[in-house]
C-alpha cells in the first residue's frame, strides 16, 4: 500500500516529520522525502527525490513528501 503524507488544508498547521538533521541519502542535503523501501528508510533532497520518484513509487511501501516546505515564506 503506497501512502502520502500531504496536508489536505494548506491552512493547517503541520508538524514536520523531517528535520534539517536528515540528510539526503545520495548527495547529503538536507531531506524532504522520506521514502520506506523493503523496511529501510530512504530520505532524499527534493532534487533527488524527484528524480526517482517514478521508480521508487512503484516499489515504496510509504512516501513522504514535505517539499512544500521549500516554498513557503519564513
Known sequence: ??????????????????????????CGAQAYIAAEVNGSELLFCAHHGRKYEEKLRSIATSWHDETARLSESV
Open 1 to 26: 500500500m503506497n501512502t502520502l503524507s500531504t496536508p489536505t488544508q494548506p491552512a493547517a498547521v503541520l508538524e514536520h516529520r523531517l528535520t534539517a538533521a536528515d540528510r539526503c541519502d545520495s
